[in-house]
């Protein structure tokens, strides 16, 4: 399985997936990892492993402009699934179309609730609204924002002395895991 990962901030989600097949769990390889953001610790973190990683300037283009630049740059890699992990943006539909039921995202919430959230906003939503439970989902992309079909979602309970930051960290925690089961389930999974 040939993966391509779009991601804007430290990815840690991706190491989860470098470890699952650095130790025989996940029959994949990443073949590139692209940003939006040069300084963005998932191309260290790319880079660091010997992946093959490449900032795109996002810089006076549109969103559909840069999403075809992007979709240049992955034509070379042929790419079976696209992640998304951190990534800041929201898709042009040219590009969910050019790969219909092959990107997956990950949120921070167990969707639908705190749709359309990013980073450390969903968490204190989700500690705002005194929920009991949160977690994270894997979901197919689709030209909605967090609107896709869900493949997989796992929870944490929210304690009282959580903050945004501590709830991040258990999440994250479920979003490695769950990343790599949905990737080791994925011919299940589509039919």
Known sequence: MKLAILGSTNGTDMQSIIEAISKGKLLAKIEIVLSDRAHASILDRARKHGITARYIDPSGKTRADYDAEILRMLSVYKPDIILLIGYMRILSQAFVRAY????????????PAFAGGMDLNVHTSVIDAGVPETGCTIHLVDEGIDTGKILLQKKCAVLQDDTPESLKKKVQRLEGQALVHVLQSWDTLQS
């Open 100 to 111: 219909k039921d092959r990107i997956i995202n990950v949120h921070p919430s167990l969707l």
